[in-house]
């Protein structure tokens, strides 16, 4: 069994860019990079070995990529599925990255799955969303995506919206510093999460504990990364320094991120000197910024190579509403007693005796990370708050008026 037991898969050219970052850190050598695309030059400067690229459907789409079509996309990298085999099967477990709402990597997740899933190897998934400015079109891929490809099978799905970029950059934030920026920050979040998986010596965060938090349910995640070096002039602790960049992170959205999220997965990384009593005030003082109903998972890890340096991760996670009212839904049927013909008969009445019809959570009217984005409009109604609040529906929950 190969000692890179992490292996690190880019799919499109979102996936790549990432994955040049990645590749350029010294921490990338305890891991395998492979990357897959159907764009010869986007694969040529993954920073990838020449060994571990798959150049997708290149009979047909000649390495020219495939325009931002996910059917061909699907249907390249389906195509590379038998070397997709060769290239995952000593991998103990595998993180994917790439950008939805293109081609490659909507069309190809779903193929990459299928093959983890086969070799039965533990896949978690680490996606952006479009920006809103680009389209209805890639969005809707985007989430059919998610919701029709991957929820379903997937063990762990993160999304990060790109538009949580908004929430703190200048309105003069060159556009591509705003994409270095984030593809930095995606970077450093998948070698702390890969880090603490492979060197949990501190407080052991595994793979159970992604699943746990992350499985089956659709939800947006930010993240949030802080590094610190001993020997910087702040007049501050290196700690300190480092939860204060972690809040200011382009991809965190804000440090309301922690108290509104429904879980937060905090990651540490240091070198020798580390001790678990600063692991322990560090990972207390990102805990204290949660809510008290947030599911907190910690975890921390030492290494050589982060010698005097300190890094701290936090992903925060937001389950979509569309969960909560299935499972008010689920609730309430589980509460409701079945009616027969005969309790019917009895009761002369439409429900069981004691049945109680619980109303649906319609109350919220946030627009969430759409908040400071530019709003979509139809026939002058702002698309991005719902029907029933923006039409000011009024909501029956099964009572007569007066009770």
Not at 22 to 27: F, T
Not at 193 to 214: E, I, K, P, R
Request: proline letters at 3%; charged letters at 25%; a negative charge.
């Amino acid at each position: 069994m190969s000692e890179k037991v992490i292996s690190v898969l880019a799919i499109g050219g979102a996936g790549c860019r990432v994955m040049r970052k990645i590749a350029g850190d010294v921490l990338a050598e305890r891991l395998r990079l492979m990357a897959v695309d159907t764009d010869q030059d986007a694969l040529a400067e993954s920073g990838v070995p020449e060994s571990d690229r798959l150049l997708a459907g290149a009979r047909w789409r000649n390495g020219r990529g495939c325009g931002g079509n996910a059917l061909d996309g699907q249907r390249a990298v389906a195509h590379e599925r038998m070397q997709l085999e060769k290239m995952l099967s000593d991998s103990r477990m595998l993180l994917v990255l790439g950008g939805l709402g293109g081609g490659t990597a909507s069309g190809g997740v779903a193929v990459v799955m299928s093959v983890a899933r086969k070799l039965e190897i533990p896949t978690v998934f680490l996606l952006t969303l479009p920006f809103t400015l680009e389209g209805h079109s890639k969005r809707k891929i985007a989430e059919e995506t998610v919701k029709n490809e991957l929820l379903t099978i997937a063990d762990a799905v993160i999304c990060l919206p790109n538009d949580l970029l908004f929430s703190v950059l200048e309105p003069t934030t060159p556009l591509q510093a705003a994409f270095e920026l984030a593809d930095r920050e995606i970077s450093r979040t998948v070698l702390a999460l890969t880090s603490v998986l492979l060197h949990g010596n501190l407080l052991a965060a595994d793979f159970s504990d992604l699943s746990m938090v992350l499985r089956k349910k659709k939800s947006y995640c930010s993240i949030g990364v802080g590094i610190a070096s001993d020997g910087e002039e702040t007049g501050i602790s290196r700690g300190d320094l480092a939860m204060e960049r972690l809040l200011y992170s382009p991809l965190l959205g804000g440090a309301d991120r922690f108290s509104n999220a429904d879980a937060v997965i905090f990651s540490l990384l240091g070198g020798p000197e580390l001790t678990i009593g600063e692991s322990r005030r560090l990972l207390e003082l990102a805990t204290r910024q949660c809510g008290p109903e947030t599911n907190v998972v910690v975890g921390a890890a030492t290494g050589e190579e982060w010698r005097t340096r300190l890094l701290l991760c936090a992903i925060t996670v937001k389950f979509d509403a569309e969960n909560e009212v299935v499972e008010v839904m689920q609730k309430a049927a589980s509460r409701t007693p079945r009616r027969t013909r005969e309790g019917r008969a009895n009761s002369g009445v439409l429900s069981g005796e004691g049945a109680e019809q619980l109303p649906l959570p319609l109350e919220q009217e946030s627009k969430g990370i759409m908040e400071k984005t530019t709003p979509v409009y139809w026939k002058n109604e702002d698309l991005d708050i719902p029907t029933y609040s923006r039409r000011k529906a009024a909501i029956d929950n099964g009572k007569l008026v007066g009770e």
